[in-house]
């Protein structure tokens, strides 16, 4: 044993044997070394299983409504403008009949309750199919607002359609 007053004489310290390790994947491992030619060993422990129910429920934070109603207002002027053509286009037909505009009008109100149902029903489908299959954020409406217009526009030409003056004019500028 070395003399304990002098602090830099060496110590000799017992180690007890090891036992023999059953070599890991991790003692194969060197530092920049690829393992080339070396059997893979196969997986022995099962991956632990993953509950993921209601993961949505725990990760979507609730929103206050205003902040629901700015998203709907996003792509509001493509509905504003399939309803602005919608009633230009049902005014010039309304016009031409030269009679009562009782049944012109709720014809025109159904046609717009119609066109607040398939904004809806877009809006159902897009929360269904993006964010519960496919988990995005909706950040507007968009697309139900254009999906609205192009019905909304497609009123507004049936409209025209009907009209007896724009249908002539129409055959007429294309030589029909």
């Known amino acids: 044993m070395a003399d304990q007053t002098q602090p830099w004489a060496e110590r000799t310290v017992e180690v007890p044997p090891q036992p023999a390790a ?41 929103r206050p409504m205003g902040w629901h109603v700015a998203q709907l207002r996003k792509g509001g ?9 919608a009633f ?10 030269r ?25 159902l489908l897009g929360r269904l199919v993006l964010e519960r299959q496919l988990g995005r954020v909706r950040r507007s409406a968009r697309g139900a607002h254009l999906v609205t217009a192009l019905f909304l526009a497609g009123v507004g030409v049936a409209y025209l359609q009907q009209t007896e003056w724009v249908v002539s004019a129409w055959n007429w500028v294309t030589g029909n």
Do not use: K, M, N, Y
């Open 22 to 62: 059953v070599p890991s994947q991790r003692d194969a491992f060197r530092r920049g070394v690829a393992a080339v030619g070396q059997p893979r060993t196969p997986r022995t422990e099962q991956f632990p299983a993953v509950d993921t129910s209601d993961w949505t429920a725990e990760s979507a934070p609730r």
């Open 77 to 85: 002027e493509w509905s504003a403008a399939g309803a602005l053509f």
């Open 88 to 97: 230009v286009c049902w005014g010039i037909w309304a016009i031409s009949g």
């Open 99 to 123: 009679g009562d505009l009782t049944a012109p009008l709720l014809t025109f109100v159904l046609s717009l309750l119609t066109a607040a149902g398939l904004f809806a029903l877009a809006r």
